[in-house]
């Protein structure tokens, strides 16, 4: 039995262990498929249950249950048990540690959806139909395939910083030597730290946001855009006129998905500065305050507090979804 | 941006293929237009550039000098390259990188092909088998994409140690299963419902049942899916930093884990961190390039989890 649960450090007894797990559930779903298919069964409901029924299952104990007990969890005291109604949102609202938390969470939530966007759509529009577009797209498209670790330390070496007089390893303080500013060091300083490490994040998400207003401005009927064009149209004013009118639904789900993105990132703040000099957002001091503080209530209200924010988003974000597929 | 010369495009043959170059020449004959497309595609590949440089230069060479010079001296025939840094990443005592890259291998693999399988039947039960109840569980199921994982964590987590499976692979399988499920049903379902029926119902006339049905008639129809999703979920649990950092312990952390902490306690660390950083790219960068073509066709179709 410690054979299949701890594997340790061997990493050929790993592999194993990972083949077994694979092996072990298909046989399961063999077995359930078997059962199922057996003719004599009239009931749908049996069939219909043998097809779903371990992913809801799944679901209600992984997804459901849990969330449930975290929101009662919200309104216990730390790890106690005692029952102290509100006062964990109460806290997250009053005091001041909490106050910047929230204030830079707001700020991640405005301005980076709409940074992205705007890049990838300026981006997809200019590039559009040109010569080098494939190869274009591709070096913006990138950064999605990476993990925000490795994009966070990526851009932490960009922001490098050394004294003055120092030849400067980091390129941001490289640009400021040549321009004969001086070099500093990025990250310390509220608010422009949270802007820098947006910049990440902005990195990564562009590529989606260009993907997306990429293809909805291939989609834009032609004889449309001749018509503009026989009306006089051209460069900003076709920009403007025509292709930001044709693709709002599309910009609308673009941005509504990445603000949710944004809400659930913890990665990159923690990987650039761990949430300190006063950067840290509601997903990271979740993780800080349930696994470093050990302060379990306080945890669960900010999970709760980031699934109350996320849920008008999300129903926005399905609506105009809905309207885009129609346009299709 | 405004200023676009509509003298060259008066004269141009009107031809499909001849009006397409015509628009691409008027789009960057914009010299503002195309600078600051070229911006932008500057500012998204340097810093991965420069990184990447970093990765094979000597350690001391890191310290004193940024990562641009390199070009110079290179031109001046001097050594400047080595793959040092990237032995003493993967082999070295303190970073032995090869044991978590091992890790996020046994990680991804199973986490991937569970809960597609799992969300393949699913789908198909949502789709094609007219029980009672169906609709209304479809749309719970739907309704799920909403939670969060945040806020199952820490009951999951405290669910784990009292069956006695914490910081073992099967938690973080178990958890990246069932996360997944509620966006892979969602998706598949949707794509599973556009088989026409006529197909479905001619296996049935010949006797197939579901389960037949399921592999004969979804399955092949299926696979474009399948890899938008797979790939989706690939780049989604090898680039995981959460779920692993939460369920996992330091036998089981992936590579995401092991760096994120050398930035932490080894900050300063350049040659392993830029090296490190790479050895844990290059496994997504390689299945994204080979299956882009999915992997925008998933997205566009809204497999974008957050």
Redesign the interface.
């Known amino acids: 039995m410690d054979w299949l649960?701890?594997?340790?450090?061997d990493?050929v007894h790993?592999?194993l262990?990972?083949v077994f797990?694979?092996g072990l559930?298909?046989a399961l779903?063999a077995v359930i498929?078997f059962v199922?298919?057996r003719?004599r069964n009239p009931s749908?409901?049996f069939?219909?249950?043998?097809?779903?029924g371990?992913?809801?299952l799944?679901?209600l104990?992984?997804?459901?249950?849990?969330?449930v007990?975290?929101?009662w969890?919200s309104f216990l005291f730390r790890n106690s048990g005692d029952f102290v109604g509100l006062d964990n949102y109460v806290r997250a609202f009053t005091e001041p540690k909490f106050l910047i938390v929230l204030g830079n969470t707001a700020l991640w939530v405005l301005v980076a959806p709409i940074v992205a966007t705007f890049?990838g759509l300026?981006?997809a529009y200019?590039?559009?139909?040109?010569?080098f577009e494939k190869f274009?797209k591709g070096?913006?498209?990138?950064?999605?395939?990476?993990?925000?670790?490795?994009a966070?330390?990526?851009?932490?070496?960009?922001y490098?910083f050394k004294p003055q007089g120092v030849?400067?390893?980091?390129?941001l303080n490289?640009f400021m030597v040549w321009i004969g500013g001086e070099p500093q060091q990025w990250l310390l300083h509220r608010p422009l730290n949270t802007f820098l490490i947006m910049v990440v994040f902005v990195?990564i998400q562009?590529g989606?946001a260009m993907?997306?207003l990429s293809?909805s401005i291939k989609a834009i009927p032609t004889d449309i855009v001749e018509a503009a064009r026989l009306d006089g149209l051209?460069?900003?004013?076709m920009?403007w006129r025509i292709t930001i009118p044709s693709i709002r639904p599309a910009l609308v789900v673009v941005l509504t998905?990445i603000a949710?993105?944004?809400?659930?990132?913890?990665?990159i703040v923690?990987?650039m500065t761990?949430g300190q000099f006063d950067t840290s957002i509601v997903?990271l001091e979740?993780?800080d305050q349930?696994?470093r503080q050990n302060d379990?209530g306080m945890?669960?209200a900010?999970?709760?507090l980031?699934?109350v924010i996320?849920?008008p988003v999300?129903v926005y974000n399905v609506r105009q979804?809905r309207k885009v597929e129609e346009i299709r | 941006?405004?200023?676009?010369a509509?003298t060259t495009?008066s004269v141009r043959p009107t031809s499909g293929l001849g009006n397409?170059a015509r628009?691409?020449r008027?789009?960057?004959s914009?010299p503002w237009?195309?600078t600051?497309?070229v911006v932008?595609?500057v500012?998204?590949?340097?810093?991965?550039v420069?990184?990447l440089v970093?990765s094979f230069r000597p350690e001391l060479d890191?310290?004193?000098?940024?990562?641009?010079t390199v070009f110079g001296s290179a031109l001046q025939g001097e050594g400047v390259f080595s793959l040092q840094n990237y032995e003493t990443a993967l082999f070295g005592s303190s970073t032995n990188m090869i044991?978590f890259f091992?890790?996020s291998?046994?990680v991804t693999?199973?986490a991937v092909?569970?809960p597609i399988?799992?969300?393949l039947?699913?789908a198909?039960?949502?789709a094609w088998?007219?029980?009672?109840?169906?609709d209304v569980?479809f749309i719970a199921?739907f309704a799920?994409?909403?939670?969060?994982?945040?806020?199952?964590?820490?009951?999951?987590l405290s669910?784990y140690v009292s069956l006695?499976?914490n910081g073992?692979?099967?938690t973080i399988?178990?958890?990246h299963?069932?996360?997944a499920?509620?966006l892979a049903?969602f998706l598949l379902h949707n794509f599973m419902k556009e088989v026409p029926r006529s197909l479905v119902e001619a296996a049935r006339v010949d006797g197939a049942?579901?389960?037949?049905i399921?592999f004969t008639v979804m399955m092949p129809l299926l696979t474009p899916a399948i890899a938008a999703f797979g790939i989706f979920q690939f780049?989604w649990v090898?680039?995981?930093?959460?779920v692993a950092?939460?369920m996992g312990d330091l036998?089981t952390f992936p590579l995401?884990v092991r760096?994120?902490e050398l930035?932490?306690s080894r900050?300063g660390d350049?040659h392993v961190?830029?090296a490190g950083?790479f050895i844990?790219?290059v496994v997504?960068?390689i299945?994204?390039?080979a299956l882009?073509r999915y992997f925008?066709r998933g997205?566009?179709a809204?497999a974008?989890k957050?």
């Open positions: 649960l701890h594997a340790g450090d990493p790993k592999l262990l990972m797990a694979i559930f298909v779903m498929l199922v298919d003719p749908r409901w069939v219909g249950f043998g097809f779903t371990i992913a809801l799944l679901l104990a992984g997804l459901v249950y849990p969330a007990r975290t929101i969890t890049l300026v981006y200019l590039v559009d139909r040109s010569r274009a070096l913006v498209f990138l950064p999605m395939a990476i993990s925000m670790v490795g966070s330390i990526i851009w932490k070496f960009v490098e030849d400067q390893t980091g390129l490289q990195w562009t989606f993907t997306l293809a051209s460069g900003f004013g920009f998905t949710m993105t944004t809400l659930k990132t913890f990665d923690r990987t761990a997903a979740f993780y349930g696994f379990a945890a669960a900010l999970a709760v980031l699934f996320v849920v999300v979804q | 941006m405004t200023s676009a509509p495009e397409r628009k691409a008027k789009a960057l914009n237009a195309s600051l497309a932008i595609a500012i998204w590949t340097v810093p991965t420069g990184l970093t890191i310290r004193t000098s940024g990562w641009w044991d091992v890790n291998f046994v693999l199973p092909f569970i399988t799992i969300a039947l699913a198909y039960g949502f088998i007219d029980f009672k109840g169906r569980l199921v799920l994409q909403i939670v969060p994982i945040q806020i199952t964590l820490v009951p999951l669910a006695g499976i073992t692979f099967w399988w178990l958890s299963s069932i996360f499920l509620p049903i049942g579901h389960v037949k399921f780049l090898w680039n995981d930093l959460l950092l939460v036998r995401t760096i994120a930035a932490g900050g350049w961190l830029s950083a844990s790219m997504p960068v299945v994204f390039l882009q925008v997205m566009l809204g974008v957050g």
